[in-house]
């Protein structure tokens, strides 16, 4: 067994016996498992197969899944990161409706809301990456409450906004991160001028 050998990036290398039904493979570890499966791990990620190369494949698929989150990351703001992790914690897609009709109580809007005052009150609720992304959107939570959910905006902003669909909804409240809103008076000028371009456009 310690003269099988693996292809890692194109490259053929022979797995070297590193112990008791364990080998290396230039800096990925193999393990063949009770199960007769394999795991290949190299830092904190691993990859699982039937051989000891297609653990390796599924290792290497990823580091490079792993390494594409890191890149698109680098070059998002903080809230097209707050966006992007809120509609995957959700399952939300570009047809997700707001009610959902299976369930009438069941409200897209309110289930980011309340994801945004998990984060801030139960710590746990989700990863602690997750978390404290969300915990930048506590101000647009106090705001969309305030006003919003409350009326107190225009009357025109409010219908539009909950006119949104959650993806639209969650793409707002990432706006608002990226506005710097910090208080509710922040927040009902940013709503402010929404409704100055809503009517604008309009007009």
């Known amino acids: 067994m310690n003269t099988e050998a693996i292809t890692i990036n194109g490259t053929e290398t022979t797995l070297a016996a590193a112990g ?5 493979a230039s800096d990925i570890n193999l393990r ?3 199960n007769m499966t394999w795991r290949a791990t190299r ?11 297609t653990a390796t494949d599924n290792l290497l698929a990823a580091e490079n899944k792993a390494a594409k989150v890191v890149r698109l990351a680098a070059r998002s703001t903080q809230g097209q990161t707050f966006a992007r992790e809120m509609r995957a914690h959700l399952h ?11 369930k009438w109580t069941e409200d897209g809007h309110r289930d980011v ?9 139960h710590p746990g609720s989700t990863t602690a990456e997750r978390e404290a992304i969300f915990q930048t959107a506590f101000s647009a939570l106090c705001s969309w409450e305030k006003h919003i959910l409350n009326g107190r905006a225009d009357a025109g902003l409010v219908a539009h906004i909950n006119q949104m669909t959650p993806h639209q909804f969650v793409g707002l409240i990432g706006d608002m991160v990226d506005a710097g809103i910090s208080n509710v008076g922040e927040g009902e000028q ?3 001028a929404m409704a100055r371009n809503l009517y604008a456009q309009a007009a």
Not at 20 to 24: G, H, N, P, Y
Not at 113 to 121: F, L, S
């Open 32 to 34: 063949l498992r009770p």
């Open 20 to 24: 008791f039904m364990t080998w290396t």
């Open 43 to 53: 830092g904190d990620l691993a990859g699982h197969g039937d051989t000891a190369q």
């Open 190 to 192: 940013f709503f402010a």
């Open 113 to 121: 809301m309340q994801a945004i005052a998990d984060a801030n009150n």
């Open 92 to 102: 939300i897609g570009a047809r997700t409706r707001r009610f959902n009709s299976k």
